[in-house]
């Protein structure tokens, strides 16, 4: 064969392979991806509203910097309102509003159609009269965060979500990262110190802890769905109801935590209060209180037209205190119970029973044990669980 005819089909191949590679869509590359921002505030804001500009990309931040913000960059937000999909890579990096900046102001917004990552980042000091008091998710945006840290944020007035607010539609995912000592309103219904939902919200071995709010100090799940697992909810305080975490609606599933060490100043819940629908497996409830006169559920508070699904847990050591406090286990007024394998004991109220109250019959006691509660395990209760005794 001559060399002509060998030549002849490669340049046909290659002529088809230019064509077909003509034809396929453009791969751009956002600008600022894996771009490093120096240790300014005025650079990080700038790098973000390029990377909003560019369609995305990934910001190095400066190991072990402080990036503070003096001012508002867009609306409430100290940094550029989040459109696309922008990654903040840290490592040991905190982005604050400044101690000093005169007007309140949140540390981000994601808007619909955006996403924030956070990688090694702190974010602290912000503060608003508003929802998101470090972070804002819109119906449409998505936060994640990896190894970061929310603390020292807060809300004022009847608003939520003092370290995170997730709107309806939105989406968080909180893995294996510390939200602590964030604070919401005192008044009204202003709920989740540390964070508050009504979109899409999954926590994963994080610590939630040392939050307040008036309902739901340490996490408020208002609507929508909530996946809790691995994480520890400890020491966060309610004015009102749920020390360590409330749901108002929608469905949760809490597995593999701690709810420990929470208060709720009032009306009861000191652990977890539920009002919607409720799956907890392999779960501590231990050493939690509510302090109110008249008080209910020093560890869980079920709440009438709500189901609770509780598995391979244990509920002991909470207390109900203050004249007329009772239940210091488990409260249930008119809800759907199911206690699987389940230990409640060395609960403690003021008045009987210390155990459990509920004026509903349990559907499913199996391999549950209720006992050494004071000043009663069940007497007192308008209904008694099957096998409760004294």
Same mark, same amino acid.
């Given at each position: ?22 034809s396929l869509p453009a791969v751009t590359t956002p600008a600022y991806a894996g771009a490093r921002i120096p240790c300014r505030g005025k650079a990080l804001v700038s790098a973000i509203s ?36 922008i990654t903040l890579e840290g490592k040991r990096t905190t982005i604050r509003r400044a101690p000093s900046a005169t007007t309140d102001f949140r540390i981000a917004e994601v808007a619909t ?120 909810? %400890?020491?966060?305080?309610? @004015?009102?109801? &749920? *020390? #360590?975490?409330?749901? /108002?609606? $929608?469905? +949760? ?35 939690? %209180?509510?302090?109110?006169? @008249?008080?209910? &559920? *020093? #560890?869980?508070?079920? /709440?009438? $037209?709500? +189901? ?7 509920i002991s050591a909470n207390q109900a205190q203050m004249s007329g406090a009772f239940a210091g286990g488990l409260y249930n007024n008119g809800g759907t119970v199911s206690l699987r394998r ?11 029973? #210390? ?36």
């Open positions: 064969m001559s060399d002509c005819n060998v030549r002849a089909p490669q340049a046909a191949v290659a002529a088809a392979l230019i064509a077909t590679m003509a390029a990377a909003n500009a560019a369609g995305g990309g990934t910001l190095r931040l400066a190991a072990h910097c402080t990036y503070t913000l003096y001012k508002a960059a867009s609306g409430e937000n100290g940094l550029p309102l989040i459109t696309s999909r159609g955006g996403r924030l990552t956070l990688r090694s980042v702190t974010l602290t000091s912000g503060r608003v009269a508003d929802d998101g008091g470090a972070i804002l998710v819109d119906n449409g945006g998505t936060l994640i965060t990896r190894d970061s840290v929310i603390r020292g944020n807060t809300v004022t007035g009847d608003h939520s979500g003092g370290g995170i607010s997730v709107r309806s539609g939105g989406t968080a995912v909180i893995a294996s990262s510390s939200v602590w000592d964030n604070h919401a309103g005192t008044t009204g219904f202003a709920s989740g110190g540390g964070i508050d939902s009504s979109g899409s919200l999954t926590v994963t071995k994080t610590t939630v802890r040392s939050n307040t709010a008036e309902f739901g100090a340490g996490i408020d799940v208002e609507s929508g769905t909530g996946r809790i697992s691995g994480t520890d909810i %400890t020491r966060n305080t309610a @004015g009102q109801l &749920g *020390g #360590g975490a409330e749901f /108002d609606s $929608g469905t +949760t599933t809490l597995g593999a935590s701690v709810v420990a060490d929470n208060l709720a100043r009032v009306r009861g819940a000191g652990g977890l209060y539920n009002h919607g629908s409720l799956t907890v497996t392999g779960t501590k409830v231990i050493r939690n %209180t509510t302090s109110g006169p @008249g008080a209910v &559920g *020093g #560890g869980v508070y079920n /709440d009438i $037209g709500s +189901t609770l699904n509780v598995s391979h847990s244990r389940t230990t409640i004991f060395r609960n403690s109220s003021t008045i009987a029973p #210390g155990g459990v109250w509920t004026n509903t019959q349990f559907i499913d006691t199996t391999g549950t044990a209720i006992f050494d509660n004071r000043p009663t395990n069940c007497a007192g209760s308008p209904v008694i669980p099957p096998g409760c005794q004294g």
